[in-house]
T-cell receptor, first 112, second 115 residues
Framework: SQKIEQNSEALNIQEGKTATLTCNYTNYSPAYLQWYRQDPGRGPVFLLLIRENEKEKRKERLKVTFDTTLKQSLFHITASQPADSATYLCALPNQAGTALIFGKGTTLSVSS | GAGVSQSPSNKVTEKGKDVELRCDPISGHTALYWYRQRLGQGLEFLIYFQGNSAPDKSGLPSDRFSAERTGESVSTLTIQRTQQEDSAVYLC?????????????FGPGTRLLVL
C-alpha cells in the first residue's frame, strides 16, 4: 500500500526565510498530489494541487514541485511570516482513487 | 454558500456509551469522507461515500464503528460501546470528484472525549 513520509515533524525558521517541506511516497505514482494546511483546532484547508505531468505550480508565495522519478514533492513558502505557522499535510489519492491518503504533516513555526 | 458543518463540536461521554456524530456536506458534493485524528497524529481514513455506490469501509477500526449517508446529504458516524482509545477529533470532508482530481473540504471536526 502507499506510504507517505513528510520529512520532519517540526520545522523552525525565521521570518523572511524560505521554508521547504518534503513529501515522499513509496509505491505507485499518483495522478496528482495535494498540499493542505491545518491550524490547531481546525480541519485541513486545501492549498495546491499538482498533476503528474506538471513539474511546478505556484500560488502567491507558495511553490510546489512534483518529481515522479524521485517520488517526491517539495513545498516552498517564500518570505515566510509568523502567520504561516501551521501544520502542512501532503495528500495523494489511493490506487483505487477512492480516498486521499494523508501524510502525518510537518509543523512549521516561523519566528519574528 | 455554507461549508461543511459538523455537530456536536465537542462531545464528552462515558466509556461504554454510544455516540452519534453528524456531518452536513457542501450541497452538490457527491463524495463524503470521515477521518479520525488523534492528538498530535495524522489523519486516519475511516470511510468514504460516493453517490449511490457502496461505501468504502476499509478504514473502520472495528465493528463498533458504523456510518450512514442518505443520498448525497447528511452523514452520521456512530461509535457503539465507546472506549477511551476512541478519544480523538473526528473530521468530515466532502468533495466533487472529477476525472482530473478532487479537492476535499473539511468541517471543523467533533472533539470526542471518552472518560
Amino acid at each position: 500500500s502507499q506510504k507517505i513520509e513528510q520529512n520532519s515533524e517540526a520545522l523552525n525558521i525565521q521570518e523572511g526565510k524560505t521554508a521547504t517541506l518534503t513529501c515522499n511516497y513509496t509505491n505507485y505514482s499518483p495522478a496528482y498530489l495535494q498540499w493542505y494546511r491545518q491550524d490547531p483546532g481546525r480541519g485541513p484547508v486545501f492549498l495546491l494541487l499538482i498533476r503528474e505531468n506538471e513539474k511546478e505550480k505556484r500560488k502567491e508565495r507558495l511553490k510546489v514541485t512534483f518529481d515522479t522519478t524521485l517520488k517526491q514533492s517539495l513545498f516552498h513558502i517564500t518570505a515566510s511570516q509568523p502567520a504561516d505557522s501551521a501544520t502542512y499535510l501532503c495528500a495523494l489519492p489511493n490506487q483505487a482513487g477512492t480516498a486521499l491518503i494523508f501524510g502525518k504533516g510537518t509543523t512549521l513555526s516561523v519566528s519574528s | 454558500g455554507a461549508g461543511v458543518s459538523q455537530s456536536p463540536s465537542n462531545k464528552v461521554t462515558e466509556k461504554g456509551k454510544d455516540v452519534e456524530l453528524r456531518c452536513d456536506p457542501i450541497s452538490g458534493h457527491t463524495a463524503l469522507y470521515w477521518y479520525r485524528q488523534r492528538l498530535g497524529q495524522g489523519l486516519e481514513f475511516l470511510i468514504y461515500f460516493q453517490g449511490n455506490s457502496a461505501p468504502d469501509k476499509s478504514g473502520l477500526p472495528s465493528d463498533r464503528f458504523s456510518a450512514e449517508r442518505t443520498g448525497e446529504s447528511v452523514s452520521t458516524l456512530t461509535i457503539q460501546r465507546t472506549q477511551q482509545e476512541d478519544s480523538a477529533v473526528y473530521l468530515c470532508a466532502s468533495s466533487f470528484p472529477t476525472r482530473s482530481g478532487e479537492t476535499q473540504y473539511f468541517g471543523p471536526g467533533t472533539r470526542l472525549l471518552v472518560l
